[in-house]
């Protein structure tokens, strides 16, 4: 259809809904005219030569209108305010936390009784860990849903969802929500009407009569879970057919390739949307497009099918940022932020996997030049978005860097991963850390890194070894984590329990529906009456709290830190340390960190190469003013140490 005629097109879809395209709804139809060519492109390019093209389409426009139609008052306000504001995620006055509705506060009802805990921390936006139906035992977390429109019982109600946001909104906070485009629950109502035999839910999955077609994409896809859950590929005995499983068994793969998946999944996403959903968290984008011959990750149709999403939900509801979990290689995570033509129209945020690992690099070897090496791709983000910065979430971490990043840096690819492993499950001689391996890959070594924040970094084995020196440098490596990851730019995340020092919870172990899954030893189940403890002087939970809180506090009042795609890399004059410029405004912030567990040394000269020497710094995290000294003196970062400085004529005292 050319452009005129889809103009037309449109205009007479806003008209025979009752659409006020002049007065009341003007700036709805002026975002769903001005998208509508885009949109058919994308949904050209993907579906075109699909027999159910012209039905399929028409379901999505009218699912925009009706978006629109059912949104809120208080979210269309919420539309402008943020329209306003211009990319309003890229403050520096918005600091997150990631956390489990039923392990943090036992349900919808108690979270909401909860919010005054964030307001004293500083937290301002939650990330709820999957709250729809999921079946015990089968749920992956919950992120095997059974109904993306029903909260579990288990958190409690719709209501209860409904009345948190109510209060989250009446708080000035903001939510961020998943949704799962990968894969449903076998037991969601279409993966039921599937194995009964329904051809057109059949459709919305991968069904194959025999084993040829799996076989030949087993020969490309790699394992996700090779040891609870190898291959690809699950029979179903009631029809008598191979379905695809990526995952596990029991998560059924949509498939995209049939346009009625796509519709229905829209209208999901902008459901959550109509909820009051801030940031919504698009769970594992990467595996959504498959193709015979690839890894089925990645691929080209994946990126079309996340940046036709976006064009809908800027035209439905606007104020939803997305968020793309990728969790890939350094050169594939920016590509989700859009490529080309839609440079910055994709996903509005991702995860900085990827300088999270680097962190976790630099902590177990004191050496930063693996981090430097591979900054490039990160800093190619393009501005307009931004990333989720994190020390630990509830996943595992995975050593997602690439082999090149290590090789530069002058060490063996295969040794330093093998020792970094070594070093985080507590193996090699000498290392404090107390974590565990997850999904180790017997075929090529792979494998991944569990463990709690505290744990990874000392505070549990020093503990049990009551070796007050070992405690005091376990308390500085989880300040110093937060502090890089807080001040590198993006919005900050914490993982709930990391900001009272929870060592590992090995309560998962005597629950048969989580054992087989050692990243349960993160996720911790809280017990508020410890938490009273952030209020006792000397205790972990006091220290470790009131550090977060500073961190955040001290964030939030420098505007610096807001994400203008600012981040300058100093010329490391110190391997041990990790040294980089926020700029704006003719303003510079040095940020250094050190991960030695001794003091480290940097030269002056170091502050003078990227424009006007200063004369004075002033560190905002000790309040110390420091003299500018000559260019063989140094500055000294104390044992896992870390510095803000600015210079002072640019800063009150």
């Avoid at 159910?52 to 949104?71: E, G, H, M, P, V």
């Avoid at 035992?137 to 095997?144: I, M, N, P, T, V």
């Avoid at 999270?356 to 690099?361: C, E, G, H, I, S």
Wanted: charged share 20%.
């Amino acid at each position: 259809m050319n452009t005129n005629a889809l103009q037309e097109f449109g205009a007479n879809l806003l008209q025979t809904n009752k659409i006020d395209t002049k007065k009341k709804d003007a700036a709805f139809a002026q975002r769903f005219l001005s998208h509508l060519d885009t949109i058919e492109e994308l949904f050209n390019y993907i579906y075109g030569d699909h027999p159910n093209r012209n039905a399929c389409f028409d379901n999505l426009l009218l699912s925009l209108i009706k978006t629109y139609q059912d949104r809120s008052s208080t979210l269309l306000k919420k539309d402008v305010a943020k329209e306003k504001k211009g990319n309003w995620f890229l403050s520096n006055q918005i600091t997150g936390m990631s956390l489990y509705v039923d392990r943090f506060a036992g349900s919808l009802k108690g979270l909401a009784e909860k919010l005054n805990y964030f307001d004293e921390l500083g937290v301002n936006f939650l990330h709820l860990m999957p709250v729809f139906e999921s079946p015990e035992g089968e749920s992956d977390g919950g992120y095997a849903v059974s109904n993306f429109r029903k909260v579990d019982a288990r958190f409690g109600s719709n209501e209860d969802l409904n009345e948190l946001i109510k209060k989250m909104n009446a708080n000035n906070m903001y939510l961020m929500l998943d949704i799962v485009l990968n894969h449903t629950s076998h037991h969601h109502e279409w993966a039921q009407k599937a194995k009964a035999g329904d051809k057109y839910y059949q459709d919305f999955f991968y069904f194959y009569d025999n084993r040829d077609i799996p076989n030949q994409l087993d020969q490309t896809m790699p394992e996700i879970f090779p040891e609870s859950s190898p291959g690809s590929f699950t029979y179903i005995e009631a029809c008598n057919k191979w379905v695809m499983t990526v995952f596990h068994h029991y998560q059924w793969d949509l498939n995209y390739t049939n346009p009625a998946v796509l519709v229905a999944m829209l209208d999901n996403v902008l459901h959550y949307g109509n909820l009051g959903v801030d940031i919504l968290r698009i769970d594992a984008p990467a595996f959504i497009w498959k193709e015979l011959g690839t890894t089925c990750q990645n691929l080209p149709k994946a990126h079309t099918l996340l940046r036709l999403i976006k064009q809908c939900v800027m035209v439905a509801t606007p104020g939803m940022a997305l968020l793309g979990e990728a969790i890939v290689a350094p050169d594939e995570i920016i590509k989700y932020f859009g490529t080309d033509n839609y440079l910055a129209r994709e996903c509005d945020v991702a995860y900085n996997a990827t300088q999270m690992a680097l962190q976790w690099d630099a902590l177990a070897t004191g050496d930063t030049r693996v981090m430097l090496s591979a900054q490039h791709p990160i800093l190619q983000k393009p501005y307009g978005c931004t990333w989720i910065s994190y020390t630990r979430c509830h996943d595992d971490i995975g050593l997602g860097y690439d082999d090149y990043m290590i090789e530069r840096a002058g060490f063996n690819a295969y040794q330093h991963r093998t020792y970094l492993k070594n070093y985080f499950a507590g193996w090699h001689e000498g290392s404090p850390s107390a974590g565990a391996l997850f999904s180790v890959n017997p075929k090529t070594g792979d494998a991944r890194i569990s463990g709690s924040l505290a744990s990874l970094c000392g505070l549990e084995k020093a503990v049990e070894w009551n070796h007050t020196p070992a405690i005091e440098d376990a308390l500085k490596k989880i300040i110093l984590m937060q502090a890089h990851s807080m001040f590198m730019g993006g919005i900050p995340m914490l993982f709930y329990g990391d900001e009272l020092a929870y060592t590992n919870d090995y309560s998962y172990l005597q629950d048969p529906g989580k054992s087989y899954d050692n990243r349960w030893m993160h996720r911790p189940i809280m017990n508020w009456d410890r938490n009273e403890k952030r209020k006792t002087s000397g205790t972990f939970e006091e220290t470790i709290f009131n550090a977060t809180k500073k961190l955040i506090a001290t964030r939030n009042a420098l505007e610096i830190l807001s994400d203008f795609k600012n981040v300058t890399w100093m010329t490391p004059h110190n391997i041990h340390v990790a040294s980089f410029i926020r700029a704006y405004d003719n303003k510079k912030l040095y940020c250094l960190f050190n991960y030695k567990s001794t003091a480290s040394f940097i030269t002056w000269y170091a502050f003078k190469e990227h424009g006007e020497r200063p004369a004075q710094l002033k560190d905002y995290w000790t309040g110390l003013v420091h003299q500018v000294g000559n260019d063989n003196e140094y500055f000294v970062l104390p044992g896992y140490g870390f510095a803000l400085l600015e210079s002072i004529s640019d800063t009150n005292i």
